[in-house]
T-cell receptor, first 120, second 112 residues
């Protein structure tokens, strides 16, 4: 079946511009995550959605970063006044997260291929 | 911060077993050990997880020491396609956000 998709795959922008990155999770997955990954580093958590609400946004670096998931499916990560330090690969993941057979099922996260953002 | 320590890089010959160690000496009783890997230019991929018993699936085996302070991921017959960065992560199953805290991982190179 279809996995997590992210668009665009690459985005080049100029310092100070606004960008939007889109994530289409696996159908039916209630949990959605955004991470970003700098060169040579592991992914860094940004924000977690359970349904439409942001349940944990503790990883957003500052108020230039914002994410929405208005209908509990597609999510958009928005970055205002981009800076060169925002250049990274932005990864989205989704998970079915929920109860299974009376106990909480393990939470395997399914990642998309990422969007490579370059701020010039 | 990541709660795990892994070697920066390892290599093994194709067809041989790859044994990737991970130290998690501060692991708590309710924390699971998860392994993900990331092949170049792709997103991370779940491999396996466990609490205290050894686990095996179609991809790998996970051996957790009795004191749970370390574990080893075993790829029994490594192939060139197993070349990737392998991340060992500890996380409570019942954590409210279920976020993954990645370290720098181990870069595994499988040699022909």
């Amino acid at each position: 079946g279809a996995g997590v998709s992210q668009t665009p795959s690459n985005k080049v922008t100029e310092k100070g511009k606004y960008v939007e990155l889109r994530c289409d999770p696996i159908s039916g997955h209630t949990a959605l995550y955004w991470y970003r990954q700098s060169l040579g580093q592991g992914p860094e958590f940004l924000i977690y959605f359970q349904g439409t609400g942001a349940a944990d946004d503790s990883g957003l670096p500052n108020d230039r970063f914002f994410a929405v998931r208005p209908e509990g499916s597609v999510s958009t990560l928005k970055i205002q006044r981009t800076e060169r330090g925002d250049s990274a690969v932005y990864l989205c993941a989704s998970s079915p997260l929920g109860l299974a057979g009376g106990r909480r099922s393990y939470n395997e996260q399914f990642f998309g291929p990422g969007t490579r953002l370059t701020v010039l | 911060d990541a709660k795990t320590t892994q070697p920066t890089s390892m290599d093994c010959a194709e067809g041989r077993a790859a044994n990737l160690p991970c130290n998690h000496s501060t692991i708590s009783g309710n924390e699971y050990v998860y392994w993900y890997r990331q092949i170049h230019s792709q997103g991370p991929q779940y491999i396996i997880h466990g609490l205290k018993n050894n686990e095996t699936n179609e991809m790998a085996s996970l051996i957790i020491t009795e004191d749970r302070k370390s574990s080893t991921l075993i790829l029994p017959h490594a192939t060139l396609r197993d070349t990737a960065v392998y991340y060992c992560i500890v996380r409570p199953e019942m954590d409210s956000s279920y976020k993954l805290i990645f370290g720098s991982g181990t870069r595994l190179l499988v040699r022909p």
